[in-house]
């Protein structure tokens, strides 16, 4: 007779210690973490790479790339890979003879899922228990990923035990099928280990770079170049490196994907806590599908007369006391349904009036413009809030903005076309591309303005910082 299989959650190891260990304290931390962190700018993604260090040096870099994540799609199975840091073992082990218990409750296990891994591939996937006893890369992703997600899902815990990139290989081959649309990827990762500051943000870069390429030949040829420069204290470029090639080999070569940074910091830049002499670097990164996002984003003319009648009618109705229903949004076009960064600007008889926007956005457009349109006319800290005999005076412009792109060159930057976005650790600064053209500045006055005027990193504050730049349409009321 066959046995019942007795379930055997797995225990948290570093709740506590990497994270808060109580719900409360822990929900208060991740409030923070992502109030910091940087908003979506990525929309059809397919997997992400985040840290895993202690909450108080990665933890915004962490939430910055599952802010990436949209919470509101219902995934089949969320597949989380790590590089094992106590144990070295053949092939990878999955968790399947329970969930995972957190503080705030379990992670669900696809354990049927993983059972499937186990007897399929034998010689590649194991239920080695030991490998995720205290192993932390996987167990302080879920605080974010529960905090993200609005819909139910279940977890696929796979511990890369392997040090041999033929390995990592066969086990993309097997994962390969399931990096489809239905499921989201979790690539567990931190960068380079114990370098000073600089030398961290040089190599860091140069990994980032390699990951960017999306080969995985590249990225191991980075990597034993990285070795070979003999950078004091470094121990390693990229811990978790067993587990970003094996996403390598799942997306190289395949045209529709394409793999983006969204931010980097190091444990150097911690308040309080960060030390500059040995550091570890951290990126978040995402793979999207750029076909789709591409083609799912026009602004018709009739979707440029719904955002401003928008945002008029929610000015008047604040101003009227009054509300205005809305119109269902199930008649919305998809494009005021996308998660883009907008600005409202207001002018009164040519006169800048107000003017308040988001970079990028964690709601959808037509939602975006109505809180923008309330802050441009009411909470711009340069006017008076508007009064209702000023709103016939009133003109609205909007300006709705691509995704942001890192450029590592200014010559990148066509005055005119494209805003920038400038930004080194907590200071950032934005200007749109019409600024450009209103002020008649030249390359380096525009950038020497905004990192001074709007970051408050100096005049060349710009020559060390990360770079974005954007586009816009932009279109007002006749």
Same mark, same amino acid.
């Given at each position: ?8 959650? #797995? +225990? ?39 840290? @895993? ?7 915004? %870099? ?24 106590? =144990? ?6 999955? /968790? ?44 302080? +992703? ?11 899902? *279940? ?14 290989? #066969? ?17 567990? %990762? ?33 990597? *034993?170049?990285?070795? #070979? ?15 970003? !090639?094996?996403?390598? @080999? ?9 793999? *983006?940074?969204?931010? /980097? ?16 670097? /951290? ?14 984003? @026009? ?7 719904? !955002?401003?009648?928008?945002? *008029? ?132 006055? /525009? ?26 349409? =932009?279109?007002?009321?006749?």
């Amino acid at each position: 007779m066959k046995s019942i299989k007795k379930n055997i959650d #797995r +225990q948290p190891a570093v709740a506590g210690k990497f994270y808060p260990a109580e719900p409360e304290q822990l929900q208060l931390e991740l409030n923070n973490l992502f109030a910091r962190a940087i908003p979506k700018q990525s929309n059809h993604v397919r997997a992400i790479i985040s840290p @895993h260090a202690g909450y108080v040096f990665s933890g915004k %870099t962490a939430a910055s790339a599952f802010n990436q994540i949209d919470g509101e799609v219902t995934y089949k199975r969320i597949f989380l890979l790590a590089s094992s840091h106590h =144990v070295s073992f053949d092939g990878a082990s999955v /968790y399947c003879d329970g969930d995972f218990v957190m503080p705030y409750g379990k992670e669900i296990v696809d354990t049927l899922f993983g059972e499937m891994l186990t007897e399929r591939f034998p010689g590649i996937f194991t239920n080695n228990k030991t490998a995720h006893i205290n192993e932390h890369s996987i167990e302080v +992703q879920l605080p974010f990923l529960h905090h993200v997600m609005k819909t139910r899902y *279940r977890i696929v815990p796979i511990i890369i035990g392997t040090s041999n990139p033929a390995t990592c290989q #066969r086990i993309a081959a097997i994962l390969r099928p399931y990096f489809n649309p239905n499921n989201l990827f979790v690539i567990s %990762t931190d960068f380079s280990h114990y370098p000073e500051y600089s030398d961290a943000v040089k190599v860091d870069e140069l990994t980032q770079k390699a990951i960017l390429c999306n080969d995985p030949d590249i990225l191991l040829t980075t990597l *034993r170049d990285n070795s #070979r420069k003999h950078i004091p204290n470094l121990a390693t470029s990229l811990c978790g490196w067993t587990s970003v !090639l094996t996403l390598l @080999h799942i997306t190289t070569h395949k045209d529709a994907l394409e793999l *983006r940074s969204i931010n /980097y910091t190091n444990s150097g830049d911690t308040l309080f806590y960060g030390e500059k002499s040995q550091v570890v670097g /951290y990126w978040a990164m995402v793979v999207v599908d750029k076909k789709v996002e591409k083609a799912d984003f @026009h602004l018709s003319e009739a979707d440029k007369s719904t !955002l401003l009648k928008i945002a *008029r009618s929610t000015i008047d109705d604040h101003l009227n006391g009054t509300s205005t229903p809305d119109e269902n949004e199930g008649d919305y076009s998809g494009a005021l349904k996308e998660y883009c960064g907008a600005f409202v600007t207001l002018h009164e008889k040519g006169q800048l009036r107000g003017c308040i926007g988001r970079l990028v956005s964690s709601t959808p457009l037509h939602e975006t413009i109505h809180d923008m349109a309330i802050s441009a006319a009411f909470h711009d800290y340069r006017f008076m809030p508007l009064n209702v005999h000023e709103l016939p005076h009133i003109n609205i412009e909007i300006s709705v903005l691509s995704p942001l792109k890192k450029i590592e060159d200014i010559k990148d930057i066509e005055m005119g076309k494209h805003g920038i976005l400038i930004e080194k650790g907590h200071q950032s600064g934005v200007f749109l591309p019409q600024v450009a053209t209103e002020t008649g500045w030249n390359k380096e006055e /525009y950038l020497g303005h905004c990192a001074r005027d709007k970051a408050g990193m100096g005049w060349e504050g710009w020559k060390t910082a990360n770079i974005y730049i954007f586009t816009a349409t =932009v279109f007002e009321e006749l």
